[in-house]
C-alpha cells in the first residue's frame, strides 16, 4: 500500500465551487505539505504543518485554505475555484529530522472550467 | 531573493553518461535534493547532499561544491527509463525546500 495517498485522482469542477482535497498518510511523520505544479514551473507551496496545532502560509497561499486533522490527514481546500487554479496538487511529508526528505503522494489533476 | 537554477531540457543516448547542473541562491543552506519525476507522476528522491564531494548511488551521483553554490546530478549507463524530469531543490535557513523548475532529460535510442 502506498505511504502517501490524495483523493480525488483527478477532478473537474467549475469555476466558483468549493473543491477539497484530502491527503493521507502512513509513514508516522509530523511534517505535511501542499504543493502545486504549473507547466515550466516548479514546484510551489501553499501550505505546510509541522504538526496538529502548527499550520503555516507558504508561498502561493491565496484562494487556499487547510485543514490538519489528525497527525497522518491534512486537507486543501479552495473555497472559490477559479480556472488558473488548474493545476497538479501534491501532498508530501516528512520526518522532520536531518536531512528532511519530503515524500510526495501520487497527486491530484484539478482542472477548473 | 532565492533562486535555484537548471537547464530546461538535455538529450542523451541510451548507454552513455549525461550530467545535470543546478546552481542555488538561498538564505542560508541546508543541504540539496534531487528528485525524478516521470511525466504526470510524483517526484521520488534521488539524493541528498548537504557536505562537499561525491556521493554515488548505483547509476546516479550527485555532487556540491557550497562555495560555488552548485550541484550536479550524473547519470551513468542511461537506459530508456531515465527519461523524465530531474529537479534540484535547495532547503533554506528556515529548512524550506526551494525548487528549481526541472530539467527535462530525453533520452534516444
Known amino acids: 500500500d502506498a505511504d502517501v495517498t490524495q483523493t480525488p485522482r483527478n477532478r473537474i469542477t467549475k469555476t466558483g465551487k468549493r473543491i477539497m482535497l484530502e491527503c493521507s498518510q502512513t509513514?508516522?511523520?509530523?511534517?505535511m505539505y501542499w504543493y502545486r505544479q504549473d507547466p515550466g514551473l516548479g514546484l510551489r507551496l501553499i501550505y505546510y504543518?509541522?504538526?496538529?496545532?502548527?499550520?503555516n502560509k507558504g508561498e502561493i497561499s491565496d484562494g487556499y485554505s487547510v485543514s490538519r486533522q489528525a497527525q497522518a490527514k491534512f486537507s486543501l481546500s479552495l473555497e472559490s475555484a477559479i480556472p488558473n487554479q488548474t493545476a497538479l496538487y501534491f501532498c508530501?511529508?516528512?520526518?522532520?529530522?536531518?536531512?528532511?526528505?519530503?515524500?510526495f503522494g501520487p497527486g491530484t489533476r484539478l482542472t477548473v472550467l | 531573493g532565492q533562486n535555484i537554477d537548471q537547464p530546461t531540457e538535455m538529450t542523451a543516448t541510451e548507454g552513455a553518461i549525461v550530467q545535470i547542473n543546478c546552481t542555488y541562491q538561498?538564505?542560508?543552506?541546508?543541504?540539496l535534493f534531487w528528485y525524478q519525476q516521470h511525466a504526470g507522476e510524483a517526484p521520488t528522491f534521488l539524493s541528498y547532499?548537504?557536505l562537499d564531494g561525491l556521493e554515488e548511488k548505483g547509476r546516479f551521483s550527485s555532487f556540491l561544491s557550497r562555495s560555488k553554490g552548485y550541484s550536479y546530478l550524473l547519470l551513468k549507463e542511461l537506459q530508456m527509463k531515465d527519461s523524465a524530469s530531474y529537479l534540484c531543490?535547495?532547503?533554506?535557513?528556515?529548512?524550506?525546500?526551494?525548487w528549481g523548475a526541472g530539467t527535462k532529460l530525453i533520452i534516444k535510442p
Open positions: 508530501a511529508t516528512s520526518g522532520g529530522r536531518e536531512t528532511d526528505t519530503q515524500y
Open positions: 509513514k508516522g511523520h509530523d511534517r
Open positions: 504543518s509541522f504538526d496538529v496545532k502548527d499550520i
Open positions: 538561498t538564505s542560508g543552506f541546508n543541504g
Open positions: 547532499n548537504v
Open positions: 531543490a535547495a532547503l533554506d535557513s528556515n529548512y524550506q525546500l526551494i
